[in-house]
């Protein structure tokens, strides 16, 4: 099996994920990173698409992973993106996903936070 590390970072999208009102009503940006390991066959001398992850594919999966519905928690967001690309693509043997809140309600300064959720298949 040959595989490969992907890693997709800094997806920023806007989303209404959080245990207070305000965040699901006005809404707030998140950043999605993806590490994924992945099987691609003969892609690195075939040079073809289908023997590879379609990275564009699996974008766009997590965008509507993350969106489906409003959570609470952005485990339970990581967590839905992971649940998501494991059900969607089969190449997939491993992945990490982190999904940043910068703008979360503490009452602290902070440059980030984040949660990171990890799959195995």
């Known amino acids: 099996m040959t595989t490969a590390r992907i890693s997709i970072t800094r997806i920023a999208v806007h989303g209404r994920h959080g245990a ?3 965040e699901r009503s006005l ?7 993806l590490d994924i390991v992945a099987e691609i ?36 967001a990581a967590g839905a993106i992971a649940d998501a690309l494991i059900a969607t693509f089969d190449k997939i043997v491993e992945l990490r996903v982190t999904v940043h809140k910068p703008s979360a309600p503490i009452a602290a300064i902070i440059d980030d936070l984040a949660v990171t959720v990890e799959r195995r298949r």
């Open 20 to 22: 207070l009102e305000a």
């Open 27 to 33: 809404g707030q940006r998140f950043f999605i990173d």
């Open 41 to 76: 066959g003969d892609a690195e001398h075939s040079d073809r698409l289908e023997d590879t992850l379609h990275y564009g594919q699996v974008i766009k999966a997590t965008l509507a992973a993350f969106n489906e519905k409003p959570l609470n928690l952005i485990e339970a």
